[in-house]
């Protein structure tokens, strides 16, 4: 069965530290590998995206690390932020197929 | 919000009732999903469209069935509510390039309905 395994559960950091969030996954086919960002009381929001061509991608704070041979990726999050504190999930998918999802992580950053 | 919006918000029911959760959205997306969220579970696939239609199920599909009869309208039914569908049901539409060869599973999520079966 596919399976995207995240790392760790819950995950406690300073202010103005960095957050690292791994998974892993079984599947070598998936071709498409995001991250959400979920606040309390709403729906998962896209915060960034790789495909597997590249093995970085940074979009402000915000990066994910990419390693194929391992297959394995990260979110790093630069200099975090109370704002940053909520639930993340990595997730996979093979071109337009369904997106599998880790278990998430819940962030907290404290002041 | 990708133009999605999910009715109820909230709603609460008893054991054996059938209970339709409603997803509209408005920017003509061919592919819709609905998703169940529980503690330590993430987001799981319970079924999805390709078109009007045209539906396939998820993961956890079992006590689930769906319908879409227009593009904007993605209907989950649950025939007959039991204690382990209490959970958070998310609609999401696939917003990345469309026809047929989509490049990108770019998905976009509605504000969720929690449903509570007592």
């Known amino acids: 069965q596919q399976q995207v395994k995240q790392s760790p559960q819950s995950l406690i950091v300073q202010k103005g530290g960095i957050s690292i969030i791994n998974c892993a996954y079984e599947?070598?086919?998936?071709?498409?590998f995001p991250w959400y960002q979920q606040f309390p009381g709403k729906g998962p929001a896209l915060l960034i995206a790789?495909?597997?061509?590249?093995s970085e991608k940074k979009e402000g704070r915000f990066t994910i690390s990419f390693n194929k041979s391992a297959k394995q990726f990260s979110l790093h999050i630069m200099d975090s932020q109370p704002g940053d504190s909520a639930t993340y999930f990595c997730?996979?998918?093979?071109?337009?197929?369904?997106?599998?999802f880790g278990q998430g992580t819940r962030l907290t950053i404290n002041p | 919000d990708a133009g999605i919006t999910q009715s109820p918000r909230h709603k609460v029911t008893e054991t054996g009732t059938p209970v339709t959760l409603r997803c509209h959205q408005t920017?003509?997306?061919?592919?819709m999903y609905w998703y169940r969220q529980d503690p330590g579970h993430g987001l799981r696939l319970i079924h999805y469209?390709?078109?009007?239609?045209?539906?396939d199920k998820g993961e956890v599909s079992d006590g689930y069935s769906v319908s879409r009869s227009k593009t904007e309208d993605f209907l989950l039914t649950l025939e007959s509510a039991t204690s382990s569908q209490t959970s958070v049901y998310f609609c999401?539409?696939?917003?990345?390039?469309?026809?047929?060869?989509?490049?990108?599973?770019?998905?976009?999520f509605g504000p969720g309905t929690r449903l509570t079966v007592l």
């Open positions: 999401a539409v696939n917003g990345g390039l469309g026809g047929p060869g989509l490049t990108y599973n770019e998905q976009f």
């Open positions: 599947n070598t086919a998936f071709d498409y």
């Open positions: 920017e003509n997306h061919r592919y």
């Open positions: 469209s390709y078109g009007v239609k045209d539906t």
């Open positions: 790789i495909r597997p061509d590249v």
């Open positions: 997730a996979a998918s093979k071109g337009a197929q369904k997106l599998v």
